[in-house]
């Protein structure tokens, strides 16, 4: 069955340090991947997606993750992280065939000023 | 684009009573989704339509949800009798074909007494 995993529930930065966060998926199929952010009271919003070609996706608000197909990982990074930055990230799965997404459980990511 | 519209944005009922939720996906997409989010289970699917067409609702916690979706244009989600543990957010997202990216509305913030 279709699932990813998010290894960190809550991290904590400093502003300007550097983010990395984990997804790893189990589906070896075709897959699309997708991160998500939630800032605190609001929905959630896209802030990449990876369907296929170049690995290295970029997204919105200097955020980008690399699709590693042979570490079945899709991890979510940024050089530099603001204040503003402080949310819920969640990664998900598409497989081909099905409509839904798979989500994490989602890391909660604060960063101090 | 408006964006996924839901309403009532909050919620505030007693023990007992019917409660209904309302959502209007973005216009073309063909795909539905009710979500509730709560800090215990975090992020849950709980039904899915495809051209107006439930798909999976294993996710609807007892009979006492109900979900339809009538036109293209309209879902409701409908609690009858809600109960203090449907206490949640509700999130209405809505996607196009396969295109797996999911856009989600503002929620509505239910709170049973």
């Known amino acids: 069955a279709q699932s990813v995993s998010q290894h960190n529930h809550h991290v904590i930065l400093s502003e300007a340090a550097s983010l990395e966060l984990g997804c790893n998926y189990s589906?070896?199929?075709?897959?699309?991947l997708f991160w998500y952010v939630q800032y605190p009271g609001q929905h959630l919003q896209l802030l990449l997606k990876?369907?296929?070609?170049?690995?290295l996706v970029k997204g919105i608000k200097g955020f980008e993750a690399e699709f590693i197909k042979s570490k079945f990982s899709f991890n979510l990074r940024k050089p530099s992280v603001q204040w503003s930055d402080t949310a819920e990230y969640f990664c998900a799965t598409k497989g081909t065939g099905a409509n839904n997404l798979f989500f994490g459980t989602g890391t909660r990511l604060t960063v101090i000023p | 684009d408006a964006g996924v519209i839901q309403s009532p944005r909050h919620e505030v009922t007693e023990m007992g009573q019917e409660v209904t939720l309302r959502c209007k996906p973005i216009s073309g997409h063909n795909s539905l989704f009710w979500y509730r989010q709560t800090m215990m289970r975090g992020l849950e699917l709980l039904i899915y339509f495809n051209n107006n067409v439930p798909i999976d609702d294993s996710g609807m916690p007892e009979d006492r949800f109900s979900a339809k979706m009538p036109n293209a244009s309209f879902s409701t989600l409908k609690i009858q009798p809600s109960e203090p543990r449907d206490s949640a957010v509700y999130f209405c997202?809505?996607?196009?074909?396969?295109?797996?990216?999911?856009?989600f509305g503002p929620g509505t913030r239910l709170t049973v007494t």
């Open positions: 990876y369907f296929s070609g170049d690995p």
């Open positions: 589906y070896g199929g075709t897959v699309n």
């Open positions: 997202a809505s996607s196009y074909r396969d295109r797996g990216e999911q856009y």
